[in-house]
């Protein structure tokens, strides 16, 4: 060998132009205790642990929002259902009201006890009008 020249290792080349290896979507992860990898179980391409943690992160994220939304959305529902059945109970018991009085049978007062005639109904109030508690005491008596 000659001492005045410079010896060239070729043994570490740098493409930056090079795209990921996987680009599964989304990726399914192996973890290889043994080797200390990470591999994509579709493709089988080892894949950096920091990405392979961003990856997991980002979904865990959208779960989360995902599961928020969902949440919001199951309470606008739960609040609609409860609508709809407190008008159904409301027109049972209307028409139960309207069958009873067809067969020639009279509505008891809550109050007092007293039967009446439902034809004698003069006037009416508006349910805003009336506290809710004094509606949900008379329910329960």
Same mark, same amino acid.
């Given at each position: #060998?000659? *001492?005045?020249?410079?010896?060239s290792f070729?043994?570490?080349?740098?493409?930056?132009g090079?795209? *990921?290896?996987?680009?599964?979507? =989304?990726?399914h992860?192996e973890?290889?205790?043994?080797?200390?990898?990470? +591999?994509?179980?579709? /493709?089988?391409?080892?894949?950096? =642990?920091?990405?392979? #943690?961003?990856?997991?992160?980002?979904?865990?994220?959208?779960?989360? @929002?995902?599961t928020?939304?969902? *949440? @919001?959305?199951?309470k606008?529902?739960?609040e609609?259902?409860?609508?709809?059945?407190?008008?159904m109970?409301?027109?049972r018991?209307?028409?139960e +009201?309207? @069958?009873?009085?067809?067969?020639? #049978?009279?509505?008891?007062?809550?109050? /007092?006890?007293?039967?009446?005639?439902?034809?004698?109904?003069? /006037?009416?109030?508006?349910?805003?009008?009336?506290?809710?508690g004094?509606?949900?005491?008379?329910?329960?008596?």
């Amino acid at each position: #060998m000659d *001492k005045g020249k410079p010896v060239s290792f070729d043994l570490l080349r740098i493409n930056k132009g090079m795209k *990921k290896i996987c680009r599964c979507n =989304p990726p399914h992860y192996e973890l290889s205790v043994e080797n200390r990898i990470i +591999m994509c179980s579709d /493709c089988g391409a080892v894949v950096d =642990p920091f990405e392979a #943690m961003l990856s997991i992160a980002g979904y865990h994220e959208q779960l989360r @929002e995902e599961t928020k939304r969902l *949440k @919001e959305k199951v309470k606008v529902y739960s609040e609609e259902a409860n609508k709809e059945l407190k008008r159904m109970r409301k027109s049972r018991v209307f028409r139960e +009201m309207e @069958e009873a009085y067809r067969n020639n #049978m009279f509505p008891e007062c809550p109050e /007092c006890g007293k039967n009446f005639d439902p034809l004698k109904i003069t /006037c009416w109030t508006k349910a805003g009008y009336v506290k809710q508690g004094e509606i949900e005491n008379n329910e329960k008596d």
